[in-house]
Structures are given as C-alpha cells and as structure tokens.
C-alpha cells in the first residue's frame, strides 16, 4: 500500500493509521482536515481540488523523509483526496507514529504547513454566488527538498 | 517537443489541460514569457515551474522531451 498518495474517493482513515503502527510506536498522531463551511463569513457549498498526480505524490513523500530526518523514529502516511468533496469530507489525513508522543505531534502540524507551501494541489471554493481558485505561495519553493 | 500541463485556474484559462509546445530549448522564463503572451491574463509573477515535477528556477533550460508544469499557488489542506 502507498504511504503517499492522491486519491479521488472518500479517505479511509484507519488505513493510514495501520500503515505506520508498528511494535516499537508508543504513539500515533491522526489529522485530517475537513471541508469547512464557513470561512470569514463566506458560506462555501462545496469544494473542488486540483492536483499535479505525480508531482504531488513525490512531494509528499519528501516532506515524510523531512520528518523522518528532524525526529528520528517516526513513521509517516499522507494522503489527499482531490475532485469535488462535500462539507466536513476529509480533504488530507496525516498519521504519524513514533516511539515518544512529542515527536507525533510535531512532526504531524509540520507536515500540513509543509502540504500548504509545496505540494501542487489547488482548491476552488463554490459558493451560492461564485467560485474561486484559492492560493496564497508565501515564496518561491526552493529546489529540492531544503526547507 | 515540450510538454505543458496547466491545473487549476490556468486550466480553466486556457481551457486545457496540457500541449506540446515545439520551442526547445528555452529557458523557464521565456516558457513563462511565451505563457503569459499566448494567454492573456495567466499571471506569470505568481507562477512557479515544475520541470520533470521538481520546481525550477527561471534560468534552468528545458530540453526537448522535458514535460513542465505551471503551479499557481498552491491550497492544499
């Protein structure tokens, strides 16, 4: 099974989980985010994401070989779900484990900054009024996988 | 021949979602130059480049065979 994938059906949550438990993990850290209704008083119906397949699927395992390089020990699954998702669907799921909780939990809120500053995947929110492709590069990614 | 993939909001705008561009070798800022002549409105300041799916710099060359990517920003998450 992938560690790092784009899908474009429902995310089965507890696969990710399963992928990274192993005997010597005393922890495991799950995210996922959700398709929010409400975003600065603008109601969204639905979601639409867009991804580069390949690019963003080799993007999400450099970021899990970032984590396995800063907290050594963890163990790392991603995935994104990209077409069009409902409110409250799991658009990414994130399941980290390691031997220590501490490093689950870092290493996981590291994971989604890094999904939002390099991996080619694009959101169109829709509204009851309009629609509109979403995204804010803070700077040119660099090459490779320096962060 | 270049390979071209456009995603998202560049999708939309030039209404497809990749061509093959005979122009090799060009740099990655003449793609970018020749992008935003073509298609009025693409917004080559905020756009990145993949070349062969790992981001470029504006002086790298792309070769005959290479496929490209326009990124817009991303919004993943």
């Given at each position: 099974m992938k560690r790092y994938e784009i899908i474009d059906?429902?995310?089965?949550?507890q696969k990710y989980s399963d992928l990274v438990?192993?005997?010597?993990?005393g922890a495991v850290t799950v995210f996922t985010g959700h398709v929010r209704e409400w975003t600065h008083g603008v109601r969204t119906l639905y979601l639409a994401y867009d991804a580069y397949v390949p690019m963003a699927e080799k993007k999400l395992a450099e970021i899990g070989a970032e984590m396995e390089a800063k907290w050594p020990g963890v163990q790392v699954a991603m995935a994104h779900r990209i077409g069009e998702l409902k409110i409250s669907d799991i658009a990414v799921v994130i399941a980290v484990s390691s031997p220590h909780r501490k490093a689950a939990y870092e290493a996981n809120e590291y994971a989604i900054e890094r999904i939002k500053e390099v991996v080619p995947i694009w959101k169109k929110e829709i509204w009851e009024d309009g629609e509109e492709w979403i995204g804010a590069q803070k700077k040119y990614p660099e090459k490779g996988s320096e962060s | 021949m270049i390979t071209v993939h456009y995603f998202a909001r560049l999708r939309e705008l030039t209404g497809k979602g990749e061509e093959s561009l005979?122009?090799?070798?060009?740099?990655v800022e003449e793609l970018l130059n020749w992008a935003e002549e073509t298609y009025?409105?693409?917004?080559?300041?905020?756009i990145h480049v993949a070349v062969n799916e790992e981001y470029a710099l504006k002086d790298d060359v792309i070769q005959a065979g290479d496929v490209c990517a326009f990124i817009p920003p991303v919004s993943g998450g």
């Open positions: 059906q429902p995310i089965d949550v438990l192993h005997p010597a993990a | 005979d122009r090799a070798p060009m740099t009025p409105g693409f917004g080559k300041e905020t």
